[in-house]
Structures are given as C-alpha cells and as structure tokens.
C-alpha cells in the first residue's frame, strides 16, 4: 500500500528540553495514520501528531477493542536510526488482534509505516545513548455505536516520544496477595488495553505502600510466579538462571526473549518452568539468590532490590555484584545502539531517505 506523506509545518523539535523528557509526556512531530474499514485497511499515511476527533459512542472508549504495543530507536555511532527487532511487535500486535476480535494488520504495512515515521523524525531521536526514542503502535474499534459487538472499523496509528529511561533506581516489588493481572482463559499473554487498566488500582496500592511495582501471582494459589508490573522476571539462583514459562497469562516478552538467547550464547540455558516463589524465598534463606531482574522495553533491564512476601523483604544482593543482570544490560544496550556486532540479525537500520516536501 503506498504510504502519503505529509509533512507538519511547524516543528516543534527546536522548543524540545532533551535534558527533560518525563517518560511519554512529549510526542514527535509526525504520526503514522491508516484505517479499517469495509474488510481492508485504507488511506496509510503520515501527518502531523495531532488530537483526532472522535465520537462519544466510539466502540473502543465501552468496551476495550484496543491493543498497543512498544518499542524503541536508537542512534548509532554513524547517526543512523536503529530498531530492534520491530518484527516481533507486529506479529505480537496481531496476535492480540486476533484474540481482542480485531483485523491483523500486514507485517509489511507495519515496518513500512514505521522506517518512514522514524526517518521523518530521526531528529526526535536523543543523542544521549541513555535516552532513546519510544515507539507506539497501538489500534482501537472506531464504530460509533455502543452496541456490544465487534466493530467492523478500527484506526491504527504509531507516534513517537523522546524519553529517558523508565526506571531510575532498582526496584522494590510487592509480592501480589490479593488482585491478579490475568486468569486462565483471559487475556493476560496479549497487550490488551484493559489489563492494563485493570492492574492500576493493585499498582497504585502498593505504591502508596512504598513499592514501586506488583509481582503478579498465579491466580489460583497466589503461589507461581508471573510478572512483576509491565515486565517479564528473572531469577538467578545458585548457578541457574530461571524465569517463568509462558502459560497463556504471561506476555511473551521481547527482551525477555532476546535475553534467554543471550544467555544461550554464553551457554547458559534459561529454565523457564513454574516458579514457586517458596523456592525463591527458600533459595534467599541459604543466601543463594543471586539476582532478579524484570525485563521489558521501556524498563529495559530493571534489578530488583528487594519484593516483600506476605510481610518479609526478600533482599537481594548489591547490584554491582550481579553478573547476568549486568552483562545482559550492557550487551542489550550495545546491540541496540550497533557498538557491538548484531550476530543475530535482530538490528534494523532505517536508511530511508524521505524527500516529499510538506
Ligand atoms: C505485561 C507485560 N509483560 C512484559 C512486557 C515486556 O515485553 P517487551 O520485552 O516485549 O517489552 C511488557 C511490555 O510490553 C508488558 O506489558
């Protein structure tokens, strides 16, 4: 499908604090644009980031047809914007399409939006390698209407945002003991607006408790573990490293895919299984926890300082001391800025050289 351009007229890069980028507070100039509707998608486009107009009765406001996703470019040493892995991100969208009754939206349509959107506004991109551009694709039911049916329309858009990195210290989780973030059946391996929604009162509780995060329990026994807020979890114990095995209520995380074949390629073979968490509080007793870390895009590589079990804090050891979580940070971030050799392929460049004329 053949992708117009149009170009803002007025910037807003030169009014941009880059010192200052509050996580998804400021957009780029330029946003990706294409709409469902009679069976197909039509009219892909990019535009200026701007408010779209939308009916009250907009099906996706009542009953949560919308599905999102995230990820992030970085510049190289040359300048040249890079994604990671953004393949993953399509198929994982269309994976939450299928199940939220929505349309797949073609791979191609997706990477060729996004390489355009990225090249138009590759100077949104921070120079500082802390900092990096944040993508999000996301598409929602657009029938007006409030019948409770699946839509036969949908808009699916991707902006950009500069920001800083999402956590600025290592995390104190509490260990969920009451609310769960998805049940079997549900919704809980696809990025569904609503669990998001849904995992913000159990958020905001124990934040004004003193944690910065929830560690999602199974939600039969509040015994395996799941997640730990938006990110997948690893656990170092002894000489194993171990995170829970998709089940159908876990997001099937991009770093925490590309961080099991890191640690492949060092021989390390990740156990992914059921983790009971007595095994971990058993494994911090004979003080042989060595590390847990959440993974995930905005959060990249978070360590965990300590998660409170039913009243007791598990602590784990000092952060420089923790091997895998710091090797896996550093070769992460050296991929995605293209200071380190891509053996797997997972880089994208975006060379796309965008002459239309605004
Ligand atoms: C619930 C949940 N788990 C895990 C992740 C980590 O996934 P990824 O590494 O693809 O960002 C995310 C973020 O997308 C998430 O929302």
Request: with cysteine; glycine share 6%.
């Amino acid at each position: 499908m053949q992708i117009s351009i149009q170009r803002t007229a007025a910037s807003r890069l030169n009014t941009i604090d880059f010192n200052d980028l509050p996580f998804g507070k400021i957009k780029s100039d330029h946003m990706f644009v294409a709409d469902y509707y009679d069976g197909a998608w039509h009219d892909a486009r990019i535009i200026a980031f701007d408010s779209i107009s939308i009916s009250p009765a907009t099906s996706a406001l009542h009953y949560g047809q919308a599905i999102f996703e995230g990820l992030k470019s970085h510049l190289n040493p040359f300048g040249v914007p890079l994604l990671f892995r953004p393949e993953q991100n399509s198929r994982r969208m269309n994976l939450s399409a299928e199940r939220m009754c929505m349309p797949s939206l073609p791979e191609e349509l997706f990477l060729e939006g996004l390489k355009k959107l990225i090249a138009i506004d590759k100077h949104w991109i921070p120079k500082d390698p802390a900092k990096s551009l944040y993508i999000r694709p996301f598409m929602f039911a657009t029938d007006d209407s409030v019948g409770v049916r699946v839509s036969d329309s949908y808009t699916f858009i991707i902006f950009t945002s500069p920001v800083s990195p999402y956590y600025a210290q290592p995390l104190k989780i509490k260990v969920a003991d009451k609310y769960v973030r998805s049940f079997d059946g549900g919704v809980g391996s696809v990025k569904a607006a609503g669990n998001y929604g849904a995992s913000m009162f159990p958020t905001k509780e124990a934040y004004t408790e003193g944690y910065h995060q929830v560690m999602w329990m199974d939600g039969h026994e509040f015994k395996y573990i799941e997640e730990t807020g938006t990110t997948n979890v690893f656990f170092v114990v002894g000489d194993k490293v171990m995170t829970p095995a998709l089940d159908g209520n876990i997001l099937d995380g991009v770093t925490r895919k590309s961080c099991i074949q890191l640690l492949k390629d060092k021989g390390i073979e990740v156990e992914q299984k059921r983790i009971d968490i007595h095994e971990i509080v058993a494994a911090y007793k004979q003080g042989i926890l060595h590390d847990a870390f959440c993974t995930g895009t905005a959060a990249s590589i978070a360590q965990i300082e300590l998660f409170n079990y039913k009243e007791q804090d598990i602590l784990l050891p000092p952060v420089a001391t923790r091997r895998w979580s710091n090797y896996l940070n550093e070769t992460l971030d050296a991929i995605k800025h293209g200071t380190v050799a891509d053996t797997h392929g997972w880089i994208v460049e975006v060379n796309e050289q965008i002459s239309v004329a605004g």
